[in-house]
């Protein structure tokens, strides 16, 4: 089955610097590709996802972005971090063609912006 | 668009109690649903889901949920409560059209278990 990395596993970064968090797939080849943010007793909410190299697609309006140069890299940044941007940070993969297999999931970034 | 709302953010048992948790959605059509288990500051872990077939779905460590379309509702059952099953519960649900397998989960349970 697949396994997801995450890096860093924690972030302290200041408001205005730079993001970049870094997951890699392995054991299955052209999955789609999720980042969700977990925020304190709010759930989790799909930020984005991608269904190949390069094909992105953005769920919410806000200040990050991701890319996916590789098959099995997917990477979310940001130019200026916001305090609304910390939370816990998972990323998450999905194989096959039926669009109801399971999601496995990373063991997530915790990402604190000060 | 689809919704799900978890009933109650926080669930208390005793150890060896029914435990209970509520999960509604809103959809025009019958979504996939799932429910996932989260322990603490780690990723999520699927402990079940329905797609079609048997609305009585039988998961892992014990856990069991039924789909009923006329209530709308997932709800989440385990007859015993064992102390590991302190967690965050989450219900989600995935359409069945062209969704590229995209969730929406609820607002989470919180499931505390007390000798």
């Known amino acids: 089955s697949q396994t997801i990395h995450q890096w860093p596993a924690t972030l302290v970064q200041p408001v205005g610097s730079p993001l970049s968090l870094e997951c890699t797939v392995e054991?299955?080849?052209?999955?789609?590709l999720y980042w969700y943010r977990q925020a304190a007793g709010r759930g989790l909410q799909l930020l984005f996802y991608s269904v190949g190299i390069g094909q992105i697609s953005s769920e919410v309006p806000q200040n990050l972005s991701a890319s996916r140069p590789q098959d099995r890299q997917f990477i979310l940044s940001s130019k200026k971090l916001l305090l609304s941007d910390s939370g816990f940070y998972l990323c998450?993969?999905?194989?096959?063609?039926?669009?109801?297999?399971?999601?496995?999931f990373g063991p997530g970034t915790r990402l604190t912006v000060l | 668009a689809q919704s799900v709302t978890q009933l109650g953010s926080h669930v208390s048992v005793s150890e060896g109690a029914l435990v209970l948790l509520r999960c509604n959605y809103s959809s025009s059509v019958p979504p996939y649903l799932f429910w996932y288990v989260q322990y603490p500051n780690q990723g999520l872990q699927l402990l079940l889901k329905y797609t079609t077939g048997a609305t009585l779905v039988k998961g892992i460590n014990g856990f069991e949920a039924e789909f009923k379309k006329s209530e709308t509702s997932f709800h989440l059952t385990k007859p015993s409560a064992h102390m590991s099953d302190a967690a965050e519960y989450f219900c989600?649900?995935?359409?069945?059209?062209?969704?590229?397998?995209?969730?929406?989960f609820g607002q989470g349970t919180i499931l505390t278990v007390h000798p």
């Open positions: 998450a993969c999905q194989s096959g063609q039926a669009v109801y297999n399971e999601q496995f």
């Open positions: 989600a649900v995935s359409s069945r059209g062209t969704s590229y397998g995209k969730l929406t």
């Open positions: 054991g299955t080849s052209n999955p789609n």
